[in-house]
């Protein structure tokens, strides 16, 4: 399948969707900007992770799992988390603070995205292991910054807070491709302030002095033959381009992040990373993700909408409740990643509804247990049309609509039920905690709990009947019909019986609702009434209608 999909992907640089053709088949890389870890990351944060977590599942379906690197930094290193960790521990040692400061939100970062569904990158790395030469030998920011002094990209200066190492802006004919801005254009956008000291007000800051009581790294630099020792720190973009190349090379082929990095970071990269080695390109394809409001709003701390992963997956400050991971992750996917989003609690509580109907949780349990016991051991893979779509520029909306389509037809099989679970899997959308999540209250919780317990009496039994232990097979059987489920057995030559799984699980809720209407027909009203109490106690909500031959039917719903 790898060698017939042909995948298409938006590229900023040259403002135009091509079809993606890596620079090496059997190694394709991909970098994307991680957050700085001053505090837990926002919702904003969100949407690049999931974004590229699934352009990540894609390539990995296309080019195979192991012909895929993904890098995405963490930024440990930044005036921002000085100052957080001055705020929280004011009595600690500035860098033992710091530590405190990244290692606590770093941690939270990982749990937070992980509850997104998204898959591990291939590296993780940190800015801090990167400022000075490596015992690896893997490019690191001080020799970066070195380069460019020697090519005279870079020069040395004194600012009004100490010597700096300076990017000359100057010194590149095409600086500006990536935004479209000219020199005058990067002024108005620049994050650093213009001082007496630069040669062009656009030049920026690759290393600047620390004071005393700052953190900094001892480096040595050398510009025209003269040495200057320089205790500071690193500029926020010569990290980028130095962690990317230690893992990627110097020229790979996608490079994300969000809209908001276009300028004055991206273009910045760009910028290093091709006059340190005189390369065409850092990266030939650069994707950013639209932006995100809140309830129409701009989020901000002053209009009280800034919200973080962990205060929706953890607390009751947006909608009242926690929410699950992959409602978030269903939010993102419904719009196409270049567009805005527009978050809202309608939102999330849609995504919850069809995440419910859609078939995960109204499929009977039969096919869910099926299913996990399986994968076990085969391999699943999403339908062709869900491939197909997010080849096409990753188109969410189109593959999620695929994945409802292929859901109406033949709703009770089980391969639909496999495609459909396969696909969500594929996406992300689907994990055995959203399980037990969506289904309490209304499937027996033993059923849920001991899920894993039934994969691991399944594979005894069969390991036993392969093995002709009919004693341990009996054992096996029995404690599965402890938990409800039935074993349809197939006889083959040999005479040795192997195992067609068939699930028999419980349907409380069926047999509830059966129990009821058999009441309600023998007007035994007051039971009727007791069943109903009991269901909505559990969060089931029952509500009555006539089928077309004009009999009473019951449906349910989940109670919110």
Not at 29 to 55: E, K, Q, S, W
Not at 212 to 233: D, L, M, V, Y
Not at 327 to 344: E, F, Q
Request: hydrophobic share 40%; charged share 25%; glycine share 6%.
């Amino acid at each position: 399948m790898g060698e017939q999909t042909i995948v298409r992907l938006y590229n900023t640089l040259t403002r135009t969707k091509e079809v993606f053709t890596p620079i090496d088949p059997l190694n394709v890389r991909m970098y994307v900007c991680g957050p700085t870890v001053y505090d837990y990351a926002h919702i904003g944060n969100a949407r690049p992770v999931i974004v590229f977590d699934l352009l990540f599942r894609l390539l990995r379906h296309v080019y195979g799992a192991d012909h895929v690197t993904y890098v995405r930094n963490i930024t440990d290193v930044d005036d921002k988390i000085n100052a957080r960790a001055l705020r929280d521990f004011p009595d600690l040692p500035l860098n033992e603070a710091i530590r405190k400061v990244t290692e606590t939100t770093a941690r939270q970062y990982f749990k937070d995205v992980k509850a997104l569904g998204t898959l591990e990158p291939t590296h993780n790395p940190r800015a801090t292991e990167f400022v000075l030469p490596r015992p690896d030998g893997k490019q690191d920011m001080a020799s970066l910054i070195q380069k460019l002094l020697d090519e005279n990209h870079a020069y040395v200066a004194k600012g009004n807070e100490g010597r700096e190492v300076l990017f000359r802006v100057g010194s590149m004919q095409d600086y500006g491709q990536l935004s479209g801005r000219n020199l005058a254009d990067n002024l108005a956008g620049a994050r650093i302030a213009v001082d007496a000291h630069k040669e062009n007000p656009a030049d920026f800051v690759l290393w600047k002095e620390s004071a005393p009581n700052e953190p900094g790294w001892a480096a040595s630099f050398s510009e025209a033959g003269a040495r200057t020792e320089i205790r500071g720190r690193p500029g926020w973009h010569i990290e980028c381009s130095a962690m990317s190349e230690a893992y990627l090379g110097q020229v790979f082929d996608i490079h994300g992040g969000g809209l908001d990095l276009i300028f004055p970071h991206h273009e910045n990269e760009i910028a290093q990373s091709r006059c340190a080695h005189g390369t065409h390109a850092m990266a030939n394809v650069w994707m950013h993700n639209g932006f995100l409001q809140v309830e129409g709003q701009k989020m901000s701390k002053s209009l009280g909408n800034f919200i973080t992963i962990n205060e929706l997956l953890e607390t009751d400050k947006f909608g009242g409740r926690p929410w699950h991971g992959a409602a978030l992750r269903l939010v993102m996917l419904r719009t196409h990643y270049r567009s805005p989003i527009d978050w809202s609690v309608a939102k999330l509580r849609e995504a919850e509804r069809d995440l419910a109907s859609w078939g995960l949780y109204s499929w009977d349990l039969n096919h869910i247990v099926r299913y996990y016991v399986e994968r076990e051991t085969v391999a699943g893979h999403p339908i062709e049309a869900v491939v197909e779509a997010l080849s096409d520029d990753l188109n969410t909306p189109l593959a999620l609509s695929r994945i409802v389509e292929r859901r109406k037809h033949n709703p009770q099989s089980y391969d639909t039920a496999r495609d459909v679970l396969d696909s969500l899997h594929f996406m992300g959308l689907l994990s055995r905690s959203l399980i037990g999540t969506f289904t309490e209250g209304f499937v027996s919780d033993t059923s849920i709990a001991n899920i894993e317990e039934q994969h691991e009496l399944v594979t005894k039994y069969r390991v036993a009947v392969s093995n002709l232990d009919e004693a341990g097979a009996v054992r096996a059987e029995n404690s599965l019909n402890l938990l409800g489920i039935g074993l349809e057995k197939r006889e083959y030559p040999g005479d040795v019986s192997l195992l067609d799984i068939r699930v028999e699980a419980s349907d409380p809720v069926g047999e509830a609702i059966a129990a009821r209407l058999a009441a309600l027909n023998a007007r035994d009203f007051a039971t009727a009434d007791q069943i109903r109490n009991d269901l909505l106690a559990q969060g089931i909500q029952l509500m009555d209608y006539k089928d077309e031959a004009g009999q009473r039917q019951t449906k349910w719903e989940v109670k919110r």
